[in-house]
């Protein structure tokens, strides 16, 4: 069948990415790192964008390492930040003349309650708010490198999310793993939905979960990193975890495909409230007011 290209969760396409430029978010650590160096040695070449520099430094000279040819630059990106954001992609438009693959994979997990610099709920601000502000700046760079695929990471955990418009930014009730979740599947509706927008575009949007994986995202809850000990037999390691993400990105069978979503390499099912149009458009009109901005394509 047309999924011949991954076995047992692993993608085994053999594509190539000379010529290609990427960029992915978080990618200093875990996923986003195992990430960038599948395509970095597939001969792309890798942005990097990463809160931490100096982390993210350490992460590119760890790819060199491996493989020496690794074309991978590091850049600053806040997603916690829309100002940071909108640096970013300012730079970037100079700097890069075309993006081919955008991979919204960083994220916050589980954290107290705290809010971004402009006063969003953290996790919902980062996984979801700084993600959409990020793809909405470098949407027509990538319609101009057409053919072009964005991919967004998102979890299982949409399942149990739902979106909270009353209260989206948990101002009235904080809890960290509700908002978690509703972020999550903030990401997955968001997907769909630029799918929905960007139809006969060459532009591809797919969301990915990556399966659970020992990583740094649990590291402020004590709660999860015991269970995540006493399941670590289950867990993916980082590498394992980032092979949807590499597939989304890489096969060729899905050069076409858009607005699906993906686990170990294969189609999965979404949850009833991820697969809602009207949530979907709901949303869509919520981010753009809160970011104070009109993405109407």
């Known amino acids: 069948g047309p999924w011949k290209y991954s076995a047992g969760g692993t993608c085994m396409s053999m594509a190539r990415l000379d010529g290609k430029t990427v960029l992915i978010t978080g990618a200093n650590t875990g996923i986003g790192k195992e990430t960038a160096l599948d395509l970095a040695i597939r001969g792309a070449r890798v942005i990097m964008a990463c809160r931490d520099v100096e982390k993210g ?7 060199r390492r491996v493989y020496s040819k690794a074309n991978v630059e590091v850049r600053e990106l806040d997603l916690a930040d829309t100002s940071s ?52 700046l470098l949407i027509g760079l990538l319609k101009r490198s057409a053919p072009a695929r964005i991919v967004v990471v998102s ?40 799918a929905r927008r960007l139809k006969g575009s060459s532009v591809t949007v797919n969301s ?27 867990l993916k390691s980082p590498r394992d975890g980032a092979q949807t993400s ?6 060729e069978e899905l050069h076409s495909l858009t607005g699906k979503h993906f686990s170990d390499c294969a189609p999965a099912s979404v949850a009833p409230q991820g697969r809602n149009e009207e949530t979907a458009r709901k949303l869509w009109d919520a981010s753009s007011e809160l970011l104070g901005i009109v993405w109407d394509h």
């Open 85 to 136: 954001i909108r640096a970013f992609a300012q730079r970037l438009l100079r700097e890069v003349d075309h993006l081919h693959i955008l991979i919204n994979n960083a994220g916050v997990m589980m954290c107290p309650y705290v809010k971004t610099n402009d006063g969003f709920e953290m996790q919902l601000g980062v996984n979801h708010l700084g993600h959409f502000l990020l793809t909405y």
């Open 57 to 63: 430094e350490e992460a590119a000279a760890s790819i």
């Open 208 to 234: 990915v979960h990556p399966g659970l994986v020992r990583s740094e995202l649990v590291r402020h809850s004590t709660i999860l990193s015991l269970l995540f000990s006493l399941f670590s037999l289950f």
């Open 246 to 251: 590499i597939y989304c990105a890489v096969a």
């Open 155 to 194: 979890s299982l955990a949409h399942n149990v999310g739902w979106i909270r418009f009353h209260d989206l930014l948990s101002q009235g009730s904080y809890n960290s793993g509700l908002a978690y979740c509703q972020s999550k599947l903030a990401n997955l509706l968001f997907a769909r939905e630029l």
